[in-house]
């Protein structure tokens, strides 16, 4: 296993309000204001680049990336999801998985380019009054899968 990074957010800490933890890999919530159903799949260790990653660990990230979309696109049936993996500015592996809906403020451009229109605090409070729900299924789902893997 990689050795944690000194400076490294990721690292140091869980990274958000955790929903799930497994041996490779954990699923937290990210506190992004306006995007209520917003979720980070970050690799355990100290990773910066998917192809350091070997064959299966990538099938494993992947799987759990899949999971966290389908429970998202059953709890809250969003207009879209994004997958996205950057780690410009924390190099330490991280997928985000975030459901995407046509009255976000961003919508349809990216949660990280500039605003289109104002936040519909009702609708956010709406996804985010869910929430407890979305959290129960993806620990259930991740847990399932963790046991079916017997890693
Ligand atoms: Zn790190």
Redesign the pocket.
């Known amino acids: 296993m990689?050795t944690?990074?000194h400076g490294?957010?990721?690292?140091?800490s869980e990274g958000g309000p955790l929903v799930w933890r497994g041996a490779q890999l954990r699923v937290i919530q990210a506190d992004e204001p306006g995007f209520p159903a917003f979720y980070r799949v970050v690799w355990n260790?100290?990773?910066a680049e998917f192809s350091e990653l070997t064959p299966t660990q990538r099938a494993d990230c992947m799987q759990a990336v899949v999971l966290v979309e389908e429970v998202l696109r059953e709890q809250l049936a969003p207009r879209k999801i994004n997958l996205a993996a950057l780690g410009n500015q924390?190099?330490?592996l991280h997928w985000h998985v975030l459901a995407r809906f046509d009255w976000d403020s961003h919508f349809p451009d990216a949660v990280w380019a500039p605003a289109r229109r104002a936040q519909d605090t009702a609708r956010i409070a709406a996804i985010a009054a869910k929430r407890a729900m979305v959290h129960d299924r993806l620990h259930s789902r991740l847990a399932q899968w963790q046991q079916a893997q017997n890693v």
């Open positions: 990689a944690p990074r490294c957010p990721l690292c140091q260790a100290h990773v924390v190099a330490h």
